[in-house]
């Protein structure tokens, strides 16, 4: 706060908004007020800056499906930016600044929905991914209207393939197209929708695989 020497009309001293009152040699002087010095940032914030732009490049792209699957999970908050904070929370290993993307403990659908039973992929044809499972519809939450959903990450591409509609639960299995991923590696991923939408399964990391 700033403080008048001599009335209104006189010197005055300390900070009134921009400016900075003063004497020197005698003499009353306004100086314009120093910039605000930022605090360095802490060497926890680097890491949780560094974890954010690891991780959300590596989701963003993933936005309407994790809108979806991610939504029940708190509804104050987008899937997407659920998603984002788990993973980023979860997902990721090494010490700082080397820090990596742990594929397998990525978590794209959060849901008490029952999950099917042993999942499995494979890619028997070029340019396609076979997923598989065990039927349990009707087992707890289980219905055989589940919608399958899954996504398949290119590391070496960076990019994405999904899908938010696939096969009901009951059909056991999803043929994807993913040609532009032929001949190369890709992580994988999959889980189920209720028909209407208001239930959600965690989803499951189903492993890495070449795409023929």
């Known amino acids: 706060m700033g403080k008048l020497n001599e009335g209104i009309l006189g010197g005055f001293s300390g900070i009134v908004g921009p400016v900075v009152g003063a004497r020197w040699r005698n003499v009353n002087v306004i100086r314009s007020r120093p910039p605000h010095k930022r605090r360095r940032s802490s060497e926890d914030q680097k890491k949780q800056m560094a974890k954010m732009a690891l991780m959300s490049p590596f989701v963003r792209p993933l936005r309407d499906l994790l809108n979806n699957t991610y939504y029940q999970a708190n509804i104050q908050s987008s899937g997407f930016n659920k998603a984002l904070s788990y ?6 290993s090494g010490e700082y600044p080397a820090f990596t993307i742990n594929y397998a403990l ?3 659908g959060a849901g008490d929905l029952l999950n099917v039973g042993q ?3 494979s890619s ?3 340019g396609k991914l076979t997923f598989s499972w065990r039927d349990n519809s009707n087992e707890g939450s289980a219905r055989a209207t589940d919608r399958f959903f899954a996504a398949v990450y ?3 591409q960076n ?3 999904t899908v938010k509609n696939g096969s009901p639960r009951n059909a056991g299995s999803y043929l994807l ?3 532009a991923f032929s001949g190369r590696a890709v992580q994988t991923y999959i889980g189920f929708l209720s028909a209407d939408a208001r239930f959600v ?3 499951l990391y189903t492993g890495p695989l070449t795409i023929l």
């Open 87 to 92: 993973n980023m929370r979860n997902a990721i």
């Open 106 to 108: 990525v978590q794209l």
């Open 119 to 121: 999942p499995q992929i």
């Open 124 to 126: 028997d044809t070029i």
């Open 154 to 156: 290119c590391e070496e």
């Open 159 to 161: 990019k994405w393939v």
């Open 177 to 179: 197209d993913v040609t």
């Open 201 to 203: 399964t965690t989803s």
